[in-house]
């Protein structure tokens, strides 16, 4: 079984600059998430996806962060504009109903 | 208010040493669920194991065993002979039912370093 896929797996860019990630989740898994792992911590969840919906955006920073979930199965993360304090590495996350979510190997993003 | 406490930051062991990884969490859940990641240097989460509040006992596999105690809010994980493959940084999180969402509440993670 194919695991969650993310790309690119490495990306630097200046502030104010924008970016995307793309993630592909597992196969059949309807919750997909989205979390921020800032060096030296735990990952952040940003935004939850049960099928297309949101079901957790809370701490989604809306000004700048925005996500889609199309057709219920990729999900593209977007920053716009990057600040310096988005460095970290961004995980993607899918799960069945069962709460036990298998993750991506993340995207390394650097704001200079 | 949730939240899950690593209070090791840091723990270096010889090969062949047992470890002990230390994890309390705080909910005001009555059920919950308690995980163990680990993240290699690869950067990918590797899923260890779940638990639901409502099953506190031990269990093992291979090398590794967790201990879960309500009466302390603790999910212990132990490594048995430690390898260099252990190596990694651990960890512990929580997700409580009652919210609409099924999300993680992570710790900060303990890194383990197991030198030959």
């Known amino acids: 079984e194919a695991g969650v896929a993310q790309s690119p797996r490495y990306k630097i860019i200046e502030k104010r600059q924008s970016v995307a990630f793309w993630c592909n989740p597992i196969s059949g898994h309807a919750t997909l998430y989205w979390y921020q792992q800032i060096l030296g911590q735990g990952p952040k969840l940003l935004i939850q996806?049960?099928?297309?919906?949101?079901?957790?955006d809370s701490q989604l920073p809306k000004d700048r962060f925005s996500a889609e979930r199309l057709k219920g199965v990729d999900s593209t993360l977007k920053i716009q504009p990057a600040k310096l304090e988005d460095s970290a590495v961004y995980l993607c996350?899918?799960?069945?109903?069962?709460?036990?979510?298998?993750f991506g190997q993340g995207t390394r993003l650097t704001v200079v | 208010a949730q939240k899950v406490t690593q209070a090791q930051t840091e723990i270096s062991v010889v090969e062949k040493e047992d470890v002990t990884l230390d994890c309390v969490y705080e909910?005001?859940?009555?059920?919950?669920?308690l995980f163990w990641y680990k993240q290699p240097p690869s950067g990918e989460l590797v899923f260890l194991i779940r638990?639901?509040?409502?099953?506190?006992q031990n269990e093992i596999s291979g090398r590794y065993s967790w201990n879960f105690q309500k009466s302390t809010s603790s999910f212990n994980f132990t490594i048995t002979a430690s390898q260099v493959v252990d190596s990694a940084v651990y960890f512990c999180?929580?997700?409580?039912?009652?919210?609409?969402?099924?999300?993680?509440?992570f710790g900060t993670g303990t890194r383990l370093q197991v030198f030959p």
């Open positions: 996350a899918s799960s069945q109903p069962i709460p036990e979510a298998f």
């Open positions: 996806f049960q099928n297309n919906g949101v079901v957790d």
């Open positions: 999180a929580l997700s409580e039912e009652s919210y609409n969402t099924d999300k993680l509440i």
């Open positions: 638990r639901n509040s409502f099953d506190e």
């Open positions: 909910t005001r859940d009555t059920t919950y669920y």
